[in-house]
């Protein structure tokens, strides 16, 4: 990657060129959801993300009686029993500075007003999940700064459950796995400062065979309240094709979710197959997948990143806050070794475009892959969940999901999702308009060739999102490599294959 470069043998030819920013250093900043959403009366845990130099010291101002601050900064307690909205004034100081900000506390029934960000246990550890993996990952989450930068869940999927539930139908968890059953994982991810998700589906069993949620949505979603369990990811495996069914599946859950006490966010994962961006927000999802599973391949087939973020991309005016189009989760950090993303078995019956081949292994995503996989994700105000090994996560795994101008991108207040306006050559250039009037600009190489092209904002700006009203001059920031690059009305790109560049403009 890299903006105006005019050697042939520039940027281009080598790896990603991404700013590693070090949360632990420096004057103190500021990040994650500006706009947070809770239900009324109900238990909140929310970190003030702030990087910096540590101590950190935090004020806060406008809090609703109820809640307080720690000393970590992480917003506790139970939020007002009214909707409403309240103001909070945050302000965190260290010994090299000062940092201000606004964070609207939204207390009404939506949730997830900035899309999710966290981790997800399915695509490391599939059915291998257990206590230890959950708390091992919160911690990593905090050491190496994740949290701090807005990172909050972590999400049990498929295979917690023990082999069978309690005689009065009551959920149990894993003897082995999970011997001291949800409650204590939770308990611990809280204190960390952060939530738990956990995983099942509309039917009698799970993808993996375990028991599913049908007909058992009370007293699951009463068990969860109990537990601390944050989110839920209800899945479709072994129920009925029909769109109306889904529905009423999912809202049968999404009442038993609404009837406890807890804040716990419904995300739908049906592979947009019955088109859940029409439903799923009336039935109470603030998330849904729109596509089958992601593998670890960039390919335009079916599970490529590639193929996923086009048909994403087409969703566009769907997405909002507490309603979001979900690509699935991030491939930072698998590279081939995911237990889920590494190799892909085929079922003997296969539908004509996959015939001929059944068993698929993938290498995983080059450096330049995966950085515009994450541009992509981030650009399309996707949940942003990682789903490797945290705490052996290398340095470009790190500098890719700790950039905060790019994560500003994703949790941008507006939440809007980018649309592709142009294409030309294999380039796609994607605009995101941004909430203090600013447009986020990213093109990606879908070639393997190097190539190069002149973008002009005011063209990508104002389309697709209607007119942007500018002078035609800009103020250019590159956010992946944190620096600005002046005022201009154009941006010269010269990109590897498959390599991405992504602008923040501002007028001038
Ligand atoms: C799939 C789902 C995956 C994972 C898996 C667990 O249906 O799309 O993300 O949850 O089930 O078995």
Redesign the pocket.
């Known amino acids: 990657m890299g903006t105006t470069a005019p050697s042939t043998d520039g940027p281009a030819t080598a790896g990603p060129s991404v700013a590693r920013f070090d949360p632990f250093a420096g004057p103190p900043h500021l990040h994650g959801a500006q706009r947070v959403g809770v239900r009324p009366g109900t238990e909140l845990i929310h970190p003030l993300a702030a990087t910096g130099a540590r101590p950190l010291r935090f004020e806060v101002t406008g809090l609703p009686d109820g809640l307080h601050v720690d000393a970590e900064g992480i917003v506790r307690g139970r939020a007002p029993a009214e909707a409403g909205t309240h103001r909070l004034e945050v302000s965190v100081a260290n010994a090299e500075g000062r940092a201000h900000d606004v964070v609207e506390l939204v207390v009404g029934e939506a949730l997830c007003l900035t899309p999710p960000l966290g981790w997800n246990s ?1 695509n490391v550890y599939g059915a291998e999940v257990s206590a230890e993996v959950i708390v091992r990952t919160a911690e990593a989450m905090v050491a190496t700064g994740l949290r701090d930068l807005g990172y909050q869940y972590v999400n049990i ?2 295979h917690w459950h023990a082999p069978r539930r309690a005689r009065d139908g009551a959920p149990l968890a894993h003897p082995e796995r999970f011997p001291d059953g949800i409650e204590p994982v939770a308990r611990r991810v809280h204190q960390l400062g952060l939530k738990l998700g956990i ?1 099942s589906d509309a039917a009698h069993l ?3 065979r375990c028991f599913g949620g049908l007909g058992h949505e009370q007293v699951d979603a009463r068990a969860y309240a109990a537990w601390g369990v944050d989110l839920l ?1 209800y ?3 072994f129920a009925p094709s029909s769109g109306d069914e889904a529905r009423a599946r999912y809202g049968a859950m999404g009442d038993a979710l609404r009837a406890t006490d807890r804040s716990i966010v419904l995300s739908v ?1 049906e ?1 947009g197959f019955r088109r859940p961006w029409r439903w799923a927000p009336e039935v109470g999802g603030a998330l849904w ?1 729109t596509t ?2 992601i593998f670890d391949t960039f390919s335009w087939s079916p599970f490529g990143v590639r193929h996923i973020a086009r048909r994403n991309l087409r969703l566009a005016d769907h997405a909002g806050p507490g309603r979001w189009n979900d690509p ?2 991030l491939l930072v950090g698998n590279r081939g070794r995911g237990a ?1 993303t590494g190799v892909l078995r085929l079922p003997n019956q296969l539908p004509a475009p996959l015939r001929g081949r059944r068993i698929w292994r993938f290498r995983g995503l080059s450096d330049h892959q995966v950085h515009s996989h994450v541009t992509l994700w981030a650009m399309m105000a996707a949940p942003l969940l990682a789903s490797h090994d945290l705490a052996a996560s290398s340095e470009l795994d790190l500098a890719l999901l700790t950039n905060p101008e790019v994560l500003a991108i994703d949790q941008d207040p507006l939440g809007a999702q980018a649309r592709k306006v142009r294409a030309p050559l294999g380039l796609w250039q994607l605009a995101k308009p941004l909430r203090d009037g600013g447009v986020a600009i990213s093109v990606t190489n879908l070639t393997r060739m190097r190539r190069r092209a002149t973008v002009r904002i005011d063209r990508v700006a104002g389309a697709g999102h209607g007119p942007v009203p500018t002078s035609g001059r800009w103020h250019v920031r590159d956010a992946w490599e944190m620096r600005s690059l002046g005022e201009r009305r154009q941006v010269e790109v010269d990109l590897a294959g498959h390599g991405s560049t992504l602008v923040v403009c501002r007028p001038a």
Do not use: I, L, V
């Open positions: 399915w999927d498929d995983y799970t993808c993996g990811k899945d479709y495996c994962c592979w997948r089958p599973d699935d989760m889920s």
